[in-house]
């Protein structure tokens, strides 16, 4: 059965696995539990939760157990009005689609060094940050608004830590963990202005963000082989993969 959730110890139950707990315990840690646009409910098994979901602006997250009830999912992401559902790799097998998006999710060590973070500023301007993304084509451009607000919010209500770094007058490098909890990060927003690559900065900016999380387990969702390799150098480790579904790409249920 699934239920909405209106208690964050309930989510806290529901954990499974924590790059995507974290994702929706930050959500819920950012927003509260009872905005409208922001939902969050529980699948249960008996009275154990056994999978947990969370919707934003119809983006929506599932950390699962082996033990829940996929066709039940399935039907419920339908009528969920869910856009995009991002899950474990080996989830996304258990629901009957394919996967349109697949990556690495790599869990950082502990071990590397960082020796020069200097330069590196906590909370850059927010809007030089979507600026910047938008030129390192990480972010698009119409959805830079929304990644605005949405990052505000959670840096606001201190759910969601940045560091950028400036040259030339200018922010050339940034890093976010856009999902924080006591025990668990999970890094994104990464970005090296082109006119300033190959001078460790992103290096850099991603050891002052880390500096800033000490005693978290922090993980990294990778898009693909180049990524891996720089997180690699930092001292990431393969952790898991994760799998993005598209439903906005073509119709999958009936």
């Not at 208690?7 to 929706?24: E, G, S, V, Y």
Request: aromatic letters at 8%; hydrophobic letters at 40%.
């Amino acid at each position: 059965m699934i239920r909405e959730a209106d208690d964050q110890n309930l989510l806290r139950k529901a954990a499974f696995c924590p790059p995507f707990a974290c994702k929706i315990q930050g959500l819920a840690e950012a927003y509260g539990m009872n905005l409208p646009f922001a939902r969050f409910w529980v699948q249960e098994s008996g009275e154990e939760p056994c999978c947990a979901l969370s919707l934003l602006d119809g983006a929506m997250v599932m950390d699962a157990g082996e033990n829940a009830d996929f066709r039940e999912l399935a039907g419920f992401i339908r009528a969920a009005g869910c856009r995009t559902l991002l899950c474990a790799e080996r989830i996304a097998h258990r629901m009957p689609a394919k996967a349109d998006r697949t990556g690495a999710i790599l869990h950082f060590s502990g071990t590397a060094p960082f020796p020069d973070l200097k330069g590196a500023e906590p909370d850059p301007s927010l809007r030089e940050m979507s600026g910047l993304l938008c030129e390192c084509g990480e972010l698009e451009q119409a959805q830079a608004e929304s990644f605005y607000l949405d990052l505000s919010h959670r840096v606001r209500h201190g759910a969601a830590l940045t560091a950028g770094i400036r040259e030339k007058e200018r922010l050339a490098a940034c890093a976010a963990a856009l999902s924080v909890t006591e025990k668990t990060a999970v890094l994104s927003a990464v970005a090296v202005h082109p006119d300033f690559r190959r001078r460790g900065l992103g290096t850099r900016v991603v050891g002052s963000l880390i500096s800033r999380l000490p005693g978290r387990d922090v993980f990294v969702f990778c898009a693909g082989p180049q990524a891996e390799r720089f997180y690699a150098s930092l001292s990431f480790s393969p952790w898991g993969r994760w799998a993005e579904l598209d439903f906005e790409k073509e119709k999958r249920y009936g």
